[in-house]
């Protein structure tokens, strides 16, 4: 890798800059005479050659122990006096008369990234896997000479790792067909769109769509504002196109061969799944810019082997370390909260639970589950209005005396000009058992921060005594819920026409970021639980969602009552 490349496809070229992975690493966890050596070794065996280094700033002052090591250790100012001291034979150049060098030859590249993404987007499985492939050509000293041919996986595989990231990279390709054809409907919107554009393209950051040894997709505020930004242009669009008309379509929207209903207006965006449980897996409240059900669902992941040994309370164990090298742990305890979810943690999930289930068993995913409505299919009936969806499951109670047949009709109601949906239940034994179920509607709701005092539960309108949104209670009886952001200005209620028992629970994740192992708080769990008398007349419940600033959804309770059929 001595001098730049030109690659070309269909006859268009571009020049390639190839950057070498021993410089990485050693800038700036090596020392400065490795650097220097490393460097003098290549000027020997090609005199007139290129060393190119680039990678990220944050290596510089930002990831654990480097501002000590660069800035009061002094490592950049002594690494530049070297360069100096070896001008003799060492030049400098910017990447700008890199690129005018005599070219080193034609290259064509893989699709393909650095060789930790690739091993970052695998399952978990082979994640570990390919750790211990690595580790046998390193303990046979045959990294060197084979290490190129090993690869992990494809950056896209990230989009199968993680449904979330695929969700959000769906919503952004949603965006961006919504603003080409526009601009290609009316081309004059051009200039009045270029707000929307920005938004869109800041939308397409990359941090969140992945996950490493960083937190990427698992940090929470990286991943609203990515939404926040497709929300502003997705809504920045309707308003140019003076649309005001709820949307309802039927479409692969997350790509996996199963059609999705999307539902667009000026009020919400959303996207409901039938393929799995009839669940809403998208809910942006558009005139707040806000996902607010943009939810991480717990998984294992490959590096939760490692927790046992991490360190805690350490910034580095040595000034050579790299950060793909430390194994740290920002706390004590973070094994305990380890729980691997068996199903996306989005809104409208509907439980059939064992009498032993409470809050904090809910909490662990470790439950008594009878019913077959999470993962299992609804049909699409007939909508009888154009603000109405109707899902239909005929599915099973599984019981140690016998499987009981039970359907399930689930109605969505989009009531645009008040702000509100509506999901209306109808339950019921087909067959006309009479049979007593505890019957749980599961809503998740991330509003970023779980123990700040301007985020909190309320109750029929009122603090519980633990309020924090990281709390866990249950309160009995109760018709209402709400969850308060007063520093983002939004709240999202939920009523229902029948008291219920109302679970709530924070959801933990333990990750990796550049300071080590930690927990992150990624949403409020609340479950209403509902003890129904089922037979073949059905039971109807109706849970209605009103989203708007604080002061709204505290002084509208009565908007939120809705009657049943």
């Known amino acids: 890798l001595t001098g730049p490349f030109v690659t070309e496809h269909e006859g268009n070229q571009v020049t390639l800059l190839p950057i070498q992975k021993r410089l990485r690493y050693l800038i700036p966890f090596g020392k400065i005479e490795q650097v220097i050596t490393e460097l003098k070794e290549q000027a020997n065996r090609n005199p007139e050659g290129l060393a190119v280094y680039a990678d990220d700033g944050e290596k ?41 060098m005599k070219s080193a030859g034609r ?62 990279h769906k919503k952004m390709l949603a965006v961006s067909k919504r603003y080409e054809t526009l601009m290609r409907e009316r081309p004059e919107l051009k200039e009045k769109a270029e707000l929307a554009r920005e938004h869109l393209y800041s939308g397409q950051c990359n941090c969140p769509y992945w996950h490493g040894v960083f937190g990427g997709l698992y940090l929470p505020h990286i991943r609203q504002a990515i939404y926040s930004n497709l929300i502003e242009a997705d809504e920045f669009l309707r308003t140019l196109a003076n649309d005001e008309l709820l949307h309802i379509s039927l479409r692969d929207y997350d790509a996996d061969g199963n059609d999705e209903i999307v539902t667009s207006g000026p009020s919400f965006s959303t996207v409901i799944k039938p393929s799995k449980g009839g669940v809403m897996i998208n809910l942006a409240v558009n005139q707040h810019s806000a996902e607010v059900i943009d939810t991480l669902t717990r998984r294992k992941e490959g590096y939760h082997l490692k927790l046992d040994r991490a360190i805690v309370g350490q910034t580095t164990t040595n000034d050579t370390n790299s950060i793909h090298d430390l194994v740290l ?53 007939k909508s009888t209005s154009d603000d109405t969806v109707e899902l239909v499951r005929n599915g099973h109670l599984w019981r140690l005396g016998g499987v009981i047949p039970v359907k399930i009709v689930k109605k969505y109601i989009f009531k645009e000009d008040v702000g509100m949906i509506t999901v209306q ?24 921060a779980g123990h700040a005092i301007d985020r909190y539960v309320l109750i029929d309108g009122k603090r519980p005594e633990e309020c924090y949104l990281d709390s866990i209670g249950s309160t009995e009886s109760a018709e209402s819920y709400a969850l308060v952001d007063e520093y983002r200005g939004i709240a999202i209620a939920v009523h229902s026409d029948k008291p219920s028992t109302i679970w709530r629970t924070p959801i933990w994740t333990v990750s990796l970021s ?52």
């Open 60 to 100: 510089f002052g930002v990831w654990p122990g480097t501002y000590e090591l660069c800035y009061q250790e002094k490592w950049l100012p002594q690494l530049f006096e070297a360069f100096e001291k070896n001008s003799d034979w060492l030049e400098i150049i910017t990447l700008g008369e890199a690129v005018n």
């Open 107 to 168: 290259a064509y590249l893989p699709s393909a990234s650095y060789a930790e993404m690739l091993h970052w987007s695998l399952p978990p499985t082979a994640f570990i896997e390919y750790e211990h492939l690595e580790q046998m050509l390193k303990d046979q000293n045959l990294s060197e000479r084979y290490g190129r041919f090993v690869r992990g996986g494809h950056w896209r595989g990230f989009l199968a790792k993680y449904d979330e990231a695929n969700l959000m």
């Open 329 to 381: 742990a920002k706390e004590e305890g973070l094994k305990n909260l380890l729980v691997e979810d068996w199903y996306l943690k989005r809104c409208f999930i509907d439980h059939f639970l064992t009498d032993d289930v409470d809050a904090n068993r809910f909490q662990t995913s470790r439950y008594g589950e009878e019913g077959d409505f999470i993962l299992e299919p609804y049909s699409i009936e």
């Open 425 to 448: 239940y109808a339950i019921s034994t087909p067959e006309g058992q009479q049979v007593g179920v505890n019957f749980a509607v599961e809503c998740n709701f991330n509003f970023q």
């Open 514 to 565: 550049e300071g080590g192992f930690e927990k992150v708080y990624q949403g409020t769990t609340i479950v209403n639980t509902y003890r129904l008398q089922l037979s073949s007349q059905p039971v109807y419940l109706n849970l209605t969602l009103h989203a708007g600033s604080p002061v709204e959804i505290k002084g509208k309770k009565e908007m939120l009552t809705v009657q049943s059929d």
